[in-house]
Nanobody
Framework: QLQASGGGSVQFGGSLRLSCTASGRAFSNYASGWFRQAPGKEREFVATISWSGASTDYADSVKGRFTISRDNAKNTVSLQMNSLKPEDTAVYYC???????????????????WGQGTLVTVSS
């Protein structure tokens, strides 16, 4: 089970830190990712991280602004979001699965386990 938290409302240029905590599984065996879905749009890739944390990947739209990290001892994956823009407004979902590619695929269909989502709203 994945539990996402940390969403909220911020102004343009602000920061938020999202967290995703896993329970009931050896989280260190799972690659993880963050995806987002804005109203009327499809769910899209934001960032992924390998099971060890050694490899990360980002959507072009968030590169240089967002950082994904993990702490396997705490069963947690985080997404630090800086320099937020109104177009970052969406429900953010964390996901996990037993994926062992060097670069974890940024396809929602590659992940079988999902958190409930947390809303991020950025005002201009």
């Amino acid at each position: 089970q994945l539990q996402a938290s940390g969403g909220g409302s911020v102004q343009f240029g602000g920061s938020l830190r999202l967290s995703c905590t896993a329970s009931g599984r050896a989280f260190s065996n799972y690659a993880s990712g963050w995806f987002r879905q804005a109203p009327g749009k499809e769910r899209e890739f934001v960032a992924t991280i390998s099971w060890s944390g050694a490899s990360t990947d980002y959507a072009d739209s968030v590169k240089g602004r967002f950082t994904i990290s993990r702490d396997n001892a705490k069963n947690t994956v985080s997404l630090q979001m800086n320099s937020l823009k109104p177009e970052d407004t969406a429900v953010y979902y964390c996901a996990a699965d037993t994926l062992y590619e060097t670069v974890v695929p940024g396809r929602p269909g590659a992940f079988g386990y999902w958190g409930q989502g947390t809303l991020v709203t950025v005002s201009s």
